[in-house]
Nanobody, 115 residues
Framework: QVQLVESGGGLVQPGGSLRLSCAAS????????MGWYRQAPGKQRELVAS???????NYADSVKGRFTISRDNAKNTAYLQMNSLKPEDTAVYYC?????????WGQGTQVTVSS
């Protein structure tokens, strides 16, 4: 069993930055891919960024060049550095861990970009 806990969300002005953290506990040795997803009101949950244990990354086109995913395997924590934030980045951000065939989700953290 794996538990994921996100932190770091909040209210930020357009152009600002936030750093999200996702701390994993439990059987963390088995997590191969960690990722960040987001869900805006009335929209489907979508992939923002993901990273494998080996460091291979994948980003949504809408965040390329602005967001950076990283992970500290020793601390069992994944991060999402978000720069140049836009109002359309407003959403609940979820951490996701994959330990095939199991998928684990955090509870989500709200990010609001508004002046």
């Amino acid at each position: 069993q794996v538990q994921l806990v996100e932190s770091g969300g909040g209210l930020v002005q357009p152009g600002g930055s936030l750093r999200l953290s996702c701390a994993a506990s439990g059987s963390i040795w088995s997590i191969y891919t960690m990722g960040w997803y987001r869900q805006a009101p009335g929209k489907q949950r979508e992939l923002v960024a993901s990273m494998t244990k080996g460091g291979t990354t994948n980003y949504a086109d809408s965040v390329k060049g602005r967001f950076t995913i990283s992970r500290d395997n020793a601390k069992n924590t994944a991060y999402l550095q978000m720069n140049s934030l836009k109002p359309e980045d407003t959403a609940v951000y979820y951490c996701r861990g994959v330990s095939s065939p199991y998928v684990y989700w955090g509870q989500g953290t709200q990010v609001t970009v508004s002046s």
